[in-house]
C-alpha cells in the first residue's frame, strides 16, 4: 500500500476523535488501513462552498458531502442570515430536497442546525421539486432557502445549494460573503447540530395548492387545452421529484392523455435505468421514446432528478422522434409566450425577455421584431433571478431561458422551473395542433421567418497546473492578439466581460457592459456567427459556443441549409485551430 502523505492522514486522524460518530469513525480507519487512493480524495482538501453551494461525492471526509461538512456549511450560512437581519425576531428558511441517496438526511442536518441556531425552519415532508423551493421562501416570506441536490450529475453526487428571500440563488454580494462565513468555520465543535423540534414546521400540500393555482393561472390558451385535452403526453421523470407535481399540474391545466414512464417513476436516487440522469442527453429520453412510439405521442417530457430542467421530443416531418436542444425549446417556447401575449392584446410596450449569453440569438430576435426587450445575463440562471428582482415593478416579465435546458414563465418563480415548462410547453403543443402543425412545425416556421440558427457546444478538458495554465494562456492571447476575423468573415465585434467593454469594429466605438465581470469573451461576425470562449469555475475545462446562422427560403431546404450550418461550425473550429 502506498505511503500516507502526513497532512492528510492528520486530518483524517482528526476525524477519529469521539466528536464523529461511530459509523463515520469506523469508515475512516477503513480508509487508513485498506485504500489510500481513497483516503487521499477524501481529504486532500475541504469540500469548497462556492457561489452556489456545496456539490461533491457523498463520503466521509473533508472533501465528501457528509453530515460534517453539510453541517459546518450550514452554520457559516446561518450565521450570516443572522448578521444581515439582526432586527428579525424571527428569521426564517425553506428547506426542499430531490430523490438522491441521502437528501432528506442532509435536509434534516440542515434544518437541525439552522433552529439550533434560533432561525425558523419549513421543511418540507418529503421531495419536491427545486422551483417550489424558490416559490415557497416567497410564499411564506422567508429570508432563505436551501434544496440539496446535485442536479444532474452521477448518482454518487449530492449537493446543497443556498437561495436568498427574493427566491434566487445567491447573488453578489450574499454570494461571497457566506462563502467568507463559511470559511471560518474551522471545526465541527462551531456546528450547533441539536436542533429545535419547536422551530421546525413540516409543509407539503399546502404550499403545492398554491404553487400550482399560480402555474395554472400562466395558462394563455385554456380553451386550446380544452379542446385538446387528448393530445397524447409521454412524461418521464427520470428517477426524480418532478413525478410529485408535473403529471399533477398537466392534469390541472387540462391535459388528460398523460402516459408516464412507469420504471422511471420510481423515486430512486440510483438512477437504475439510465447512465445520466441528464435530459440533454439522448440516452436519458431512450425509454420515454419507446414509449411514445407505442402511444403515438406528439410530445415527450423529460425532466431531471430536482426538476429544474427539462428536455423534449417531438416528430419531425418524417414522423421520427427527435430531441430538441436548450436553444431550441427557449425560441419556440419565447416565441409562443409573445405571439399569444400580442394575441390577447397583452403587449404595452413595456416587456422583457431574459437569456444568457451563450443561449441563441433568435430569442432576442423574435422579442426585437415584437416590440419586446431582450436582456443578456451571464451564465447561471441566478443572473435571470436577479434581473428579475431589479426590474419589479418596472418591467413586467415575460419569460427566459438558458441553452442548458432551463427556462421561466412568470416571475412567482425566481428560479428555472421544469413543472411551469412542461405545462407550457405542452399548451404550446395544443396550439401548434389547433394551427394544424406539430411543434416541429413551429421550429421551422421560425427559421424562415428569422432565420436558421444552430448552436453547438466544444468543451475541452486540460487537466492538472499546466492544464490550467495552458487554459490561462488561450484566454490570455485572445484578449492580446484577438481574431480579425474567423471562417474568412470579419469580425465586427467584440465583448469582453472581465472588462466589461463591447467593441464595435465597424464603428471603432467601445461601450460598457453593465453585467459582473466573468473571464469570457465573444467575438461576433459579419456573417451572424457567435463565438464564445468561457473557462469553466468549476472544472479543468475551457468551453467554446458556437452559434451560426443562414437563410431558410422554404422548409424543403432544412436538410441542405442544415449541413452547411454544420459545415460551417466545423469550418470555424478548424480555422480556430481548436
Not at 441549409?561 to 469550418?571: G, M, R, S, T
Amino acid at each position: 500500500m502506498e505511503a500516507i502523505d502526513k497532512t492528510i492522514l492528520e486530518k483524517a486522524n482528526k476525524w477519529l476523535e469521539t466528536q464523529y460518530d461511530l459509523e463515520t469513525r469506523e469508515k475512516v480507519k477503513f480508509l487508513i488501513e485498506n485504500d489510500t487512493t481513497e483516503l487521499t480524495e477524501s481529504f486532500y482538501r475541504d469540500l469548497e462552498f462556492g457561489t452556489g453551494g456545496l456539490r461533491g461525492i457523498m463520503g466521509v471526509g473533508t472533501n465528501r458531502m457528509n453530515k460534517y461538512t453539510v453541517g459546518m456549511a450550514t452554520q457559516g450560512f446561518a450565521n450570516y442570515i443572522l448578521k444581515m437581519f439582526p432586527d428579525k425576531t424571527n428569521c426564517k428558511i425553506a428547506i426542499a430536497y430531490d430523490s438522491r441517496n441521502n437528501s432528506k438526511y442532509f435536509a434534516q442536518i440542515t434544518a437541525d442546525v439552522m433552529s439550533a441556531n434560533g432561525i425558523k425552519v419549513f421543511l418540507f415532508e418529503d421531495l419536491r421539486p427545486t422551483p417550489e423551493l424558490s416559490f415557497a421562501i416567497r410564499e411564506l416570506n422567508c429570508q432563505s432557502g436551501v434544496v440539496i441536490t446535485a442536479s444532474h450529475n452521477p448518482k454518487e453526487y449530492n449537493g446543497y445549494k443556498a437561495y436568498w428571500e427574493d427566491g434566487g440563488q445567491l447573488t453578489s454580494p450574499h454570494d461571497t460573503n457566506v462563502i467568507d462565513e463559511v470559511i471560518k468555520i474551522t471545526d465541527i465543535s462551531q456546528v450547533k447540530f441539536n436542533g429545535n423540534p419547536q422551530l421546525i414546521e413540516m409543509i407539503g400540500e399546502n404550499i403545492d395548492k398554491i404553487y400550482l393555482a399560480n402555474v395554472k393561472s400562466l395558462s394563455l390558451s385554456p380553451e386550446l387545452i380544452k379542446k385538446h385535452k387528448d393530445l397524447s403526453i409521454v412524461y418521464t421523470a427520470l428517477h426524480g421529484t418532478g413525478i410529485t407535481l408535473v403529471p399533477r399540474a398537466l392534469k390541472e391545466l387540462g391535459f388528460e392523455n398523460i402516459h408516464i414512464v412507469k420504471e422511471q417513476a420510481i423515486v430512486d436516487g440510483n438512477f437504475p435505468t439510465i447512465k445520466s440522469p441528464n435530459p440533454e442527453e439522448k440516452a436519458a429520453l431512450e425509454m420515454a421514446i419507446e414509449e411514445a412510439r407505442k402511444v403515438n405521442a406528439s410530445l415527450v417530457l423529460a425532466t431531471d432528478p430536482d426538476a429544474d430542467r427539462v428536455g423534449i421530443a417531438v416528430k419531425n416531418d418524417k414522423g421520427e422522434y427527435v430531441l430538441f436542444n436548450g436553444n431550441q425549446t427557449a425560441s419556440v417556447l419565447i416565441y409562443y409566450l409573445i405571439n399569444q401575449w400580442k394575441a390577447k392584446g397583452k403587449l404595452t410596450s413595456n416587456e422583457y425577455i431574459v437569456k444568457t449569453i451563450v443561449t441563441s440569438e433568435l430569442l432576442k430576435d423574435i422579442a426585437l421584431k415584437n416590440d419586446v426587450a431582450s436582456y443578456d445575463v451571464l451564465t447561471g440562471f441566478k443572473y435571470i433571478a436577479e434581473l428579475i428582482l431589479k426590474l419589479e415593478g418596472k418591467q413586467t416579465f415575460i419569460g427566459g431561458g438558458e441553452e442548458s435546458y432551463g427556462y421561466l414563465v412568470g416571475d412567482f418563480v425566481r428560479d428555472k422551473d421544469a413543472v411551469i415548462s412542461c405545462c407550457m410547453i405542452a399548451e404550446m403543443a395544443a396550439w401548434a395542433a389547433e394551427n394544424g402543425k406539430t411543434f416541429y412545425d413551429i421550429l421551422i416556421d421560425l427559421y424562415t421567418e428569422y432565420g436558421f440558427y444552430k448552436e453547438d457546444l466544444l468543451s475541452i478538458t486540460k487537466k492538472g497546473k499546466s492544464g490550467a495554465e495552458e487554459i490561462q494562456a488561450m484566454m490570455n492571447n485572445y484578449r492580446s492578439q484577438p481574431p480579425t476575423t474567423i471562417n474568412g468573415a470579419k469580425v465586427t465585434m467584440i465583448k469582453d466581460y472581465k472588462l466589461q467593454t463591447a467593441t464595435d469594429y465597424t464603428t471603432n466605438i467601445t461601450s460598457v457592459i453593465d453585467l459582473p465581470k466573468s473571464n469570457v469573451l465573444q467575438f461576433f461576425t459579419a456573417d451572424g456567427s457567435k463565438i464564445t470562449v468561457r473557462p469553466s469555475g468549476t472544472e479543468p475545462k475551457i468551453k467554446f459556443y458556437f452559434g451560426v446562422k443562414e437563410l431558410l427560403s422554404s422548409k424543403a431546404d432544412y436538410e441542405k441549409v442544415n449541413q452547411q450550418l454544420n459545415a460551417k461550425i466545423k469550418a470555424i473550429i478548424e480555422d480556430m485551430k481548436l
